[in-house]
């Protein structure tokens, strides 16, 4: 191991360490514009340089390896005039225009120049002007404020594996931005801003809004998928401006949805106190009221031999499951809950993986039955880098994968509704079956399933099933995990999924969603509350949810806007937001995060478990009296405790909804119309995300529709 000396600090680091690593492992900063700790050195910029005796030349410390022996200088005289040119250089051509900057505050060329550079600057000449491109409604990029040090361009090509964002001309005309598109924003666009160290890259989200030191920030967790990525939330007069991702924590990226989805917080046509159908018009009504009319209801339809039911977002915290759980179960005496509102039929299931970082390592990966850089953005990413950085080997068996096919050796793309026939399909090729007749009519020919089997049997494999995976498709990743001896990693939808399962809401009598609304269609659920998800989006037969809301005798919807679903409520309480209340969240991995508070709640707006708590008083057997969320945590906790249950098929013979195996086509929601509440991200909105159908090529022809079409579907 090298020896080397530092600022007069002696230190033995492994060989290979750069100066930079090492001098910070001692404490000593260096500063640096284009080296990023997740990004590969580039060497770029010079802000590094540092001195070693006996060189003559400066050094740049992001990419020198020490060698044994070097004294090194990281304050020498020397070094302070480089950095004094480097930064005089560096703002020649930036404009002075930090008063109207979104970065100032927390602009590293501010930083630097102020700590390192000069007070004034000596160029009396023109510097050089670019117009302000204006990329759509997520980012500005102004190349006068750019410093070259191609952060974003380098995200854009190591991590993301390409994206039409690029350095083009040379040398101090070099331009940076994207070539082709005018409107950019390609899923993890968040992470280019986040990376800029300077103003260059700013968000429209932000724009104008406030100083970055006027907002305190609060660390909480992404509400938007299980992956459960940690963000720090910015807020100013009890308005969520602006996300922050310091923790760098499950990965150090996020996608747009954790950076940017969040308007929907501050939006105007929340609802903020509770409502009570009057005719055709919805009334304002105190709480005391609401709650009176929500118990008397449900009492009433009981006493008339109805049933009671409650559905609530997969989206949720612990204690918000646990809560409305008990409150059905013990007070109502109702067993039928459940969180599975965007249709699937299967529970979680438990994974040897800890960690994304146990995922980095994966040898090979087969991904089935989702586009998983739509649910599980940053796996997705992840799963790209183990393949990009590590050589990992990627199979996809999803139909119209969107962002994982440019890493894939083999990515046979299903026909719509074929996936788990294909799947079946590999598990007989697997175990040297005969497998022919199942890969009929799917898409897929012989020779890449070969190569499929025959890569998967060559490394330990990572087997990600997705949420389109309805039971028996599991069961066969389950068996094809058992002959290959991969680890499993089941998906489920929502931020929150695994905790609603482990809190126990759900059906133990086996229902589902599915069920239930059946049960509520053919009247004999006459009451139904439904907890932040507007079915007619989400659920994917709108048919049964329409008869399924119209026979009801009394639905409640406890939601921040009045969806369509809340259009057929006839008593509306208002909710909280994923940053008004903190609570518990099982990620991917299992992992329990907990969801911080960063703002007071809105109006007379209130979270779940609060809602169950004042029902369960209202009806006269209070489940505690918990004053705070933290109370109930504890219970949450206990629960956690327990080994989740293995519940593999609690729907057998459920009907698939909408994608079924041959059916022709395979709809989904875009990336920016993904997640909680994100019809009302005016961001997302603007960038007017169609959903995306996928035909069947022979349907497709036989019905006359070509590629890029507009299509209406009916379900
Ligand atoms: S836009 Fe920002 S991150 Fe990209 S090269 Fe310029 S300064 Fe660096
Ligand atoms: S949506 Fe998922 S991947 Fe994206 S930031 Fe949120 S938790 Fe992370
Ligand atoms: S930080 Fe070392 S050259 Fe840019």
């Known amino acids: 191991m090298p020896k080397v000396v530092i600022d007069g600090i002696e230190l033995e680091v492994p060989a290979g360490t750069t100066i930079l690593k090492a001098a910070a492992k001692v404490g000593i900063d260096i500063p640096a514009f284009c080296y990023h700790p997740y990004l590969k050195p580039a060497g770029i910029c010079r802000m590094c340089l540092v001195e070693v005796k006996g060189n003559p030349r400066l050094l740049p410390a992001c990419i020198t390896e020490v060698q044994d022996g070097w004294e090194i200088y990281t304050n020498s005289d020397a070094v302070k005039e480089a950095r004094k040119w480097l930064l005089e250089f560096l703002i020649v051509n930036h404009p002075l225009d930090c008063p109207i900057c979104d970065q100032a505050g927390d602009c590293e060329l501010q ?338 399933l070969e190569k499929v089997a025959q890569g998967l049997k060559e490394k330990k494999p990572v087997l990600v099933g997705g949420n389109r995976l309805f039971p028996k498709g599991r069961e066969l990743l389950r068996k094809l995990g058992e002959v290959l001896g991969g680890e499993l990693l089941f998906l489920d939808w929502g931020s929150n999924a695994k905790g609603a399962f482990q809190m126990g809401f759900w059906s133990s009598q086996g229902g589902s969603v599915e069920e239930i609304l059946k049960q509520c269609a053919s009247g004999e659920v006459k009451a139904l509350f439904v907890s932040s998800m507007d079915l007619f989006r989400d659920y994917p037969n709108g048919a049964l949810v329409k008869e399924a809301l119209s026979n009801l005798d009394f639905l409640v919807v406890h939601d921040m806007f009045f969806t369509e679903t809340a259009s057929y409520s006839d008593c509306f309480i208002p909710a909280t937001s994923f940053a008004e209340d903190g609570g518990t969240v099982v990620n991917l991995f299992w992992e329990p995060q907990n969801r911080k508070r960063a703002l007071r709640p809105w109006g007379e707006s209130l979270p779940l478990w609060k809602v169950a708590l004042h029902l369960s008083k209202e009806w006269g057997e209070p489940l505690g009296d918990f004053q705070d969320v933290k109370e109930v945590s504890q219970l949450v906790s206990q629960e956690l405790s327990k080994e989740p249950s293995q519940v593999h098929q609690l729907s057998s013979g459920g009907q698939v909804p909408l994608e079924g195996e041959g059916l022709p086509a395979l709809f989904e929601y875009p990336f920016y119309k993904v997640g909680v509440a994100i019809d009302y991200c005016n961001a997302f909105v603007q960038l007017e995300p169609e959903p995306r159908v996928t035909l069947n090529a022979e349907y497709a022809e036989e019905v006359g529709f070509k590629e890029g079409e507009k299509v209406a579907m009916e379900v």
């Open 111 to 448: 930083d630097f120049v102020f700590k390192y550079g000069e007070p004034e600057q000596r160029l009396r000449d023109e510097s050089f002007k670019y117009p302000t491109r204006y990329l759509g409604p997520l980012i500005v990029h102004q190349m006068s404020r750019c410093i070259l040090c191609r952060r974003c361009v380098r995200f854009g090509e190591e991590v993301m594996g390409g994206a039409d964002w690029g350095a083009y001309e040379r040398g101090h005309e070099t331009v940076v931005g994207p070539y082709e598109s005018e409107i950019f924003a390609d899923r993890y666009t968040f992470n280019m801003e986040a990376l800029c160290p300077v103003g260059a890259i700013t968000t429209n989200i932000y724009r104008y809004k406030t100083r970055i030191w006027k907002l305190d920030f609060t660390p909480s967790v992404c509400a938007h998928c299980e992956v459960g990525c940690w963000l720090d939330l910015g807020e100013r007069d009890n308005q969520l401006l602006k996300v922050k991702h310091t923790a760098v924590y499950p990965s150090p990226w996020i996608c747009d949805r954790g950076g940017y989805g969040f308007e929907f917080v501050n939006h105007s046509e929340r609802i903020l106190v509770p409502l009570k159908r009057e005719g055709n018009k919805m009334k304002a009504v105190s709480w005391k009221e609401a709650l009176g009319l929500v118990v008397g209801k449900i009492k009433e339809l009981v006493a008339q031999g109805g049933k009671v039911a409650a559905l609530a977002s997969p989206h949720l915290t612990c204690e918000d499951y646990l809560l409305l759980g008990r409150f059905m179960k013990e007070v109502v005496g109702s067993d039928l809950v459940d969180y599975r509102l965007y249709g699937g039929l299967s529970h979680p299931e438990k994974t040897s993986l800890k960690s994304l970082d146990d995922v980095v390592k994966g040898e090979a990966f087969l991904v089935v039955g989702e586009d998983v850089s739509l649910h599980h953005p940053v796996l997705a990413l992840t799963i790209g880098e183990a393949c990009s950085d590590n050589g990992a080997s990627l199979y996809l068996l999803v139909t119209a994968d969107s962002f994982l096919c440019k890493f894939a050796q083999v990515n046979t793309n299903p026909l719509p509704g074929y996936e788990e026939r294909v799947l079946e399909a590999l598990l007989a090729a697997v175990e040297g079956k005969d497998y022919e007749a199942l890969l009929e009519g799917s898409g897929v020919d012989k020779e890449a």
